[in-house]
């Protein structure tokens, strides 16, 4: 059964650094696109970032403060946050589908992850 697992939330001041996990267990990450998103109470779910065989991508609001990457013997990918920021706070959440190229829009992935909460504050 394919299943994705999210750790590594929690809280952090602004400014701060977190990385978040994403383990894959049932099928292997590097014949899929995986990606990052999250959601803010009240807000719909957004793209932040994703991976595949073809490279990477980013939102506008996290490129030079996000980085995402994948180690294919531990079947997990990684979300690197740096310089986080209030409005950073949100639910985030994994996803994968099985193809060459990845985007940013949710109706693009068919597994998805529990997800794990990140908060940013003082």
């Known amino acids: 059964q394919l299943q994705l697992v999210e750790s590594g939330g929690g809280l952090v001041q602004p400014g701060g650094s977190l990385r978040l996990s994403c383990a894959a267990s049932?099928?292997?990450?590097?014949?899929?696109?995986i990606g990052w998103f999250r959601q803010a109470p009240g807000k719909e779910r957004e793209g932040v970032s994703c991976?595949?065989?073809?490279?990477?991508n980013y939102a506008g609001s996290v490129k030079g403060r996000f980085t995402i990457s994948r180690d294919n013997a531990k079947n997990t990918v990684y979300l690197q946050m740096d310089n986080l920021k209030p409005e950073d706070t949100a639910v985030y959440y994994c996803?994968?589908?099985?193809?060459?190229?990845?985007?940013?829009?949710?109706?693009?992935?068919?597994?998805w992850g529990q997800g794990t909460q990140v908060t940013v504050s003082s």
């Open positions: 991976i595949s065989s073809s490279g990477t």
């Open positions: 049932g099928f292997t990450l590097d014949s899929y696109a």
């Open positions: 996803a994968a589908v099985y193809r060459r190229f990845c985007g940013l829009r949710k109706n693009e992935y068919i597994y």
